[in-house]
């Protein structure tokens, strides 16, 4: 997909998030919108719970919801980091969280995470993209974190209105 097809998903995108959908199916808008341009199997969206600690998924695929200490994996380095981590061999990195793999039965090839930031630029969330064919690279980074900035907003908002 080039430049000007994906840019032109976008736009059809936001405009179907900004008909403002319940929290769950905006959800699932986000991650199928992410999982498509990115060609990714997997994306979840964690949510930075600061009070206690915790990293939560809003939406993960095919598993049930996922809460981590925000200290722990390539979610957690992101956070702390505050910067995108592309690994393409995780379990060759001492970062990786290998216990949701265990318990999910399902087998991390590549990873993409990307901080989603307020509007003060603290970091409220991640996402993070699994196992695309060939592994992720610099042109998905680019344009994740263009969408990770799109639609941070939206979970913002969510967050203030109390549905996250």
């Known amino acids: 997909m080039n430049d000007k097809e994906l840019y032109a998903k976008l736009a059809v995108f936001g405009k179907k998030l900004l008909d403002r959908p319940a929290l769950e199916d905006g959800m699932h808008l986000i991650a199928n919108y992410a999982k498509e341009i990115t060609n990714a199997s997997r994306c979840s969206i964690f949510i930075h719970d600061k009070k206690q600690g915790k990293l939560w998924t809003a939406f993960a695929d095919s598993i049930d919801t996922i809460k981590i200490p925000d200290n722990v994996g390539i979610v957690g ?88």
Do not use: C, M, W
């Open 77 to 164: 380095k992101t956070l702390r980091e505050k910067r995108e981590i592309i690994v393409n061999n995780p379990y060759g990195d001492p970062d990786f969280f290998t216990t949701v793999d265990a318990k999910s039965g399902f087998t991390t090839k590549n990873i993409a995470s990307i901080p989603i930031f307020d509007s003060t630029k603290t970091p409220i969330g991640i996402l993070q993209f699994l196992n695309k064919n060939g592994g992720f690279d610099e042109k998905d980074v680019r344009f994740i974190k263009f969408f990770a900035h799109y639609v941070s907003t939206y979970l913002e908002l969510a967050s203030a209105y109390g549905e996250i």
